[in-house]
């Protein structure tokens, strides 16, 4: 009892009798010893921490960093603003031509058929936002929201031509609410669903295909929503808007507006010329 009274008051003792200076001594020491014990567990604490978390979560502290300004992007793009509904008419295509021009900005040429879903944007428009750019690969990037490159990308200019079967173009537009070229706004508000099953009997041949192009469109931005909201993992995720629109993620300026997007459907017929460099290209 006497030792634990001691431990507990430092300036006087037990029973009123002061401590001897040896005691007192040695009670620092201990307190010392302990306090650096403490210390060294935390250091090694916030030590395992900070090599535990991603090199992505540790680049967005850093403000200069292009990974973090990116990432920041993707945050920005899932989070809807009321901002979004203001933003100006988007570009269009007219149905009923043969075939249209169209521009993308890739690592691989991309051949007819095409073997993916391609992401396009008009070749006048893209040339408007990147023009005069010091560093015009990177302005494509950031402008059709791409995340940085590790290998050199190149602009290729694909005429897509109408589909032999259904005569239209394979062209649509990555919008949640719709997918109609023609359209100069997304919505924010989700879609109606097609009639289900039960209702099919009634359609015509012409109306299913029409109700299946629209449920898959909703599925195609809903999947790219899904896969683009992420972060640190292997593979780069994107700031996908859903509105019709690029999320321009440029640092220097606070116009987030891209470009009008549209996607080339897998299978379609194209005709490919490059590839042309960014440079050639934006000061062209």
């Known amino acids: 009892m ?27 020491r201990h307190r010392l010893a302990r306090a650096v014990v403490v210390g060294t567990f935390v250091f090694l604490v ?3 921490a900070l090599w535990a978390l991603p090199l992505s979560r540790l680049a ?28 100006g008419p988007l570009e269009t295509i007219d149905p009923n031509v043969q075939e249209v021009q169209v521009v993308t900005f890739t690592t691989d040429l991309p051949t007819s058929p095409l073997t993916d879903d391609t992401w ?30 590790p290998r050199p990308q190149s602009i290729y200019q694909m005429t897509v031509m109408r589909d032999d079967k259904t005569g239209k173009l394979p062209i649509f537009r990555p919008c949640i609410s719709s997918p109609d070229i ?14 289900g099953p039960e209702l099919a009997a009634n359609l015509t041949d012409e109306q299913k295909a029409e109700a299946y192009g629209q449920l898959w469109a ?14 640190g ?6 700031p996908f808007t859903g509105l019709g629109w690029s999320y321009n993620w440029d640092p ?33």
């Not at 006048?124 to 690969?137: F, I, S, T, Y």
């Open 218 to 231: 909703i599925a195609f931005a809903a999947r790219q929503m899904w896969t683009s909201y992420r972060v």
């Open 120 to 149: 396009v944007a008009l070749p006048a428009e893209l040339r408007g936002k990147c023009a005069g750019k010091p560093d015009p690969a990177q302005a494509l990037r950031e402008i059709l929201g791409l995340p940085p490159a």
């Open 233 to 238: 993992f292997p593979r780069a995720g994107y």
């Open 182 to 195: 023609t359209a100069t706004n997304c919505s924010l508000e989700f879609p109606s669903l097609p009639a």
């Open 60 to 87: 967005m502290w850093s403000d200069t960093s292009t990974i973090s300004v990116y990432e920041r992007a993707i945050m920005n793009a899932a989070v809807k603003t009321t901002a979004y509904e203001k933003t």
């Open 2 to 28: 006497g030792d634990y009274m001691a431990a507990s008051n430092p300036i006087g003792a037990a029973d009123g009798v002061n401590s001897s200076p040896t005691r007192a001594k040695g009670l620092l």
């Open 252 to 284: 220097t300026t606070d116009l987030r507006v891209g470009i009008s997007e549209f996607v080339v459907r897998k299978g379609a017929k194209v005709k490919v010329d490059g590839p042309i460099t960014a440079a050639a290209f934006c000061g062209g």
């Open 46 to 48: 916030l030590l395992f």
